[in-house]
């Protein structure tokens, strides 16, 4: 980090709620979601809101870019994919817990994990490849990928798991 780094802008205010979860988008551009379900896509140049939408009906819980043209959210037990150039999204039903992460593997799909036992393998259009039960009896925490298309969890045990 430079050290002279400092605040250089101040965004317009378009959020009227806490922002959880930012995600980097292009060169120019990145999303954030809000306690309120709000996505808003910015410009860092002009600190401007591009694209904003009522995305959830409740807080976004986590965001993962899947490529240059989707964004998955997740709030409560529903994950969505967007398609950001048209602002259609399709609704994911899998999970019966709160979503608490999502993470892209390097063979095009990506893995939710949530407080219901469960991991998600998805691929970008929605379907489901894998429900993968877990045994440990746990809550997740947060969810790394690593190489070999597997993914750690932390839990609530103070435990990492490998899958």
Known sequence: MDPDFSEIQILERRHTN???CLVHLDASHFISGDEDGK????????GRATWEVRAHPGPINCLLLLDAKHLASASGK????WDIDTGHSIDLNLHHGTVKG???????TFVSCAQ????????????VIAAIP???N???NAILA??????VLATELIELLVY
Do not use: C, H, Y
């Open 18 to 20: 806490m922002i959880r």
């Open 39 to 46: 996505l808003a896509i910015w410009d860092f140049d002009t």
């Open 78 to 81: 529903l994950i969505k994919i």
């Open 102 to 108: 999502m993470v892209a593997q390097s063979n095009g």
């Open 116 to 127: 219901d036992q469960i991991l998600g393998v998805w691929d970008i259009t929605g379907r």
């Open 134 to 136: 877990r045994a440990e």
């Open 138 to 140: 746990n809550a997740v």
């Open 146 to 151: 690593i190489p070999s298309s597997r993914v």
